[in-house]
């Protein structure tokens, strides 16, 4: 069984992998840091929240994440796709699995 803190840890690693491949796209020079300050700032928001284990954020930033995934899979499947791309993809489907578990991981905690 999963408690909460195996499940935060997993959560934060996520997270953070997320933020590092976005990161080397900079590095990489395939996009600007305007846009990844702009990409990052509802994942922080969120970020702080789901840290605080509250239920109704999970909700939330599922919708979110779809529009994360909708970006992803533009560069995915609409033009030639970068490892970086399909790594992001892979990454955001991960984070959505994570976040529709949340809420049920953590009532069954309480």
Not at 49 to 78: A, E, M, P, T
Not at 80 to 87: E, G, K, P
Not at 91 to 96: P, S
Request: with cysteine; aromatic share 20%; charged share 10%.
């Amino acid at each position: 069984m999963l408690s909460i803190k195996k499940y935060k840890h997993i959560t934060n690693f996520i997270f953070l992998t997320l933020f590092l491949l976005k990161i080397t796209n900079v590095f990489l020079g395939r996009i600007d840091i305007i846009l990844f300050l702009a990409w990052s700032f509802p994942l922080l928001a969120f970020y702080v929240f789901i840290n605080k284990l509250i239920i109704r954020s999970y909700q939330w930033f599922c919708f979110v994440l779809l529009i994360y995934f909708l970006s992803s899979s533009i560069r995915v499947f609409g033009t030639s796709a970068f490892w970086l791309d399909i790594a992001e993809l892979i990454v955001i489907c991960l984070l959505f699995v994570q976040m529709m578990f949340g809420p049920k991981i953590i009532n069954r905690m309480n």
